[in-house]
């Protein structure tokens, strides 16, 4: 399809509500990413996320004519935390098309940064996950699921003074803990979540919670040490995703404790707690992870002090590759 046709007009060099559209910085395949200039606000520049036409005209055609990223806006209001982006506003660009107005975040997917080093090291990651933690915490706290808690939603950049900052960029698939995902309407449980950090309750079809979001961690934690998806999946569709967590073969197939061997002992446990295929069994929520995590990252800030990290200082909102 062109894209005209699929994603609709290009932006550039346009403006309307109050932004200057400069540029395209990213594709995630259901909307196109925009830089523009907020001349209302002080001059400020934002990323501009537009719905796609033919993935907005889908929507309108099975009865949702709501802007679903007004859902995004209304809970960047109610959980704020410095690692999750801002979104300012949200509305129509002028062929109607739905965009939301956001934080334009600098930095690198830790997906992107896998694929550049294959690994992080322990003492890198541990610090990037505390804050993660820090920020579902918050999330949890104001009763909103997550639920794609991936490489490719975490934007981590090194400041000038060689602080490591982490940012979650994505709310698009959120909820409210308290409701249900749709599974009385027949909803497959591969569509509730990315199926690679699919919990085994939400493969089983029992819905998402505060719990699968800290399975999802789990997940993130291991990709990040290892450099291999929690299923070691070389294909991994949806369909196989599910079959390979609903099978009797452990998860990760490969241990943490032999995957990654210079991990601290409480590490390598607070993880595998993560990974418990029981939910009862994992840290309760994002805070009481962050609690678990904190004596690890002045481990991790005082071999950094003779390791410096080497996170990439590359810029870009959502890298190349995000959804």
């Given at each position: 399809m062109?894209?005209e046709g699929?994603?609709g007009?290009?932006?550039?060099?346009?403006?309307?509500?109050?932004?200057?559209?400069?540029?395209e910085?990213?594709?995630t395949?259901?909307?196109?990413?925009?830089?523009?200039?907020?001349?209302?606000?002080?001059s400020?520049?934002?990323a501009l996320k537009?719905m796609?036409?033919?993935?907005q005209?889908?929507?309108?055609?099975q009865?949702?004519?709501q802007?679903?990223?007004?859902?995004?806006q209304r809970?960047s209001q109610?959980?704020?935390?410095?690692?999750l982006v801002r979104?300012?506003?949200?509305?129509?660009?002028p062929?109607?098309?739905y965009y939301a107005a956001m934080?334009?975040v600098?930095g690198m997917s830790?997906?992107?940064e896998?694929?550049?080093?294959g690994?992080?090291?322990?003492?890198?990651?541990?610090i990037v996950?505390?804050?993660l933690?820090a920020?579902?915490?918050?999330l949890?706290?104001a009763g909103i699921?997550h639920?794609?808690?991936k490489?490719e939603?975490?934007?981590?950049?090194?400041?000038?003074t060689?602080a490591?900052r982490?940012?979650l960029i994505?709310?698009?698939i959120?909820?409210?803990?308290?409701?249900?995902?749709?599974?009385?309407?027949?909803v497959d449980?591969?569509?509730?979540?990315?199926?690679?950090?699919?919990?085994p309750?939400?493969?089983?079809?029992?819905g998402?919670?505060?719990?699968s979001d800290?399975?999802?961690?789990?997940a993130l934690a291991?990709?990040m040490?290892v450099?291999?998806?929690?299923?070691?999946?070389?294909n991994?569709?949806?369909?196989?995703?599910?079959?390979?967590?609903l099978s009797?073969r452990p998860i990760?197939d490969v241990?943490?404790?032999e995957?990654a061997?210079e991990?601290?002992?409480?590490l390598?446990v607070?993880?595998e707690?993560?990974?418990?295929?029981a939910p009862?069994?994992r840290?309760?929520?994002?805070t009481?992870?962050?609690?678990?995590?904190?004596p690890?990252?002045?481990q991790?800030?005082?071999?950094?002090?003779?390791s410096?990290?080497m996170?990439?200082?590359?810029?870009?909102?959502f890298?190349?590759?995000a959804s």
């Open positions: 062109s894209f699929a994603r007009e290009s932006l550039v060099g346009r403006s309307f509500d109050g932004f200057a559209v400069i540029d910085v990213a594709w395949g259901a909307a196109t990413v925009y830089r523009a200039m907020q001349v209302d606000a002080n400020r520049i934002v537009v796609d036409a033919l993935e005209r889908l929507r309108e055609e009865g949702d004519s802007n679903p990223m007004w859902r995004e809970f109610v959980a704020k935390h410095p690692s979104i300012f506003r949200t509305g129509r660009v062929d109607g098309r934080e334009f600098e830790v997906a992107e896998l694929r550049h080093r690994s992080i090291p322990w003492h890198e990651a541990v996950l505390e804050q933690a920020a579902v915490g918050v949890h706290a699921v639920r794609d808690l490489p939603n975490v934007l981590v950049r090194t400041s000038r060689g490591v982490a940012k994505d709310f698009g959120a909820k409210l803990a308290h409701q249900r995902d749709d599974i009385d309407a027949g449980p591969k569509t509730l979540s990315t199926p690679l950090i699919l919990a309750e939400v493969a089983r079809g029992l998402t919670s505060l719990a800290v399975y999802a961690m789990g291991y990709e040490l450099g291999r998806n929690i299923l070691d999946l070389h991994p569709t949806a369909q196989a995703c599910v079959d390979r967590i009797d990760p241990p943490l404790r995957a061997r991990l601290p002992d409480d390598q607070l993880i707690r993560c990974l418990c295929r009862e069994e840290p309760r929520d994002g009481a992870l962050r609690e678990a995590l904190e690890l990252v002045e991790a800030r005082s071999r950094a002090v003779r410096p990290g996170w990439s200082r590359m810029l870009g909102w890298g190349r590759d």
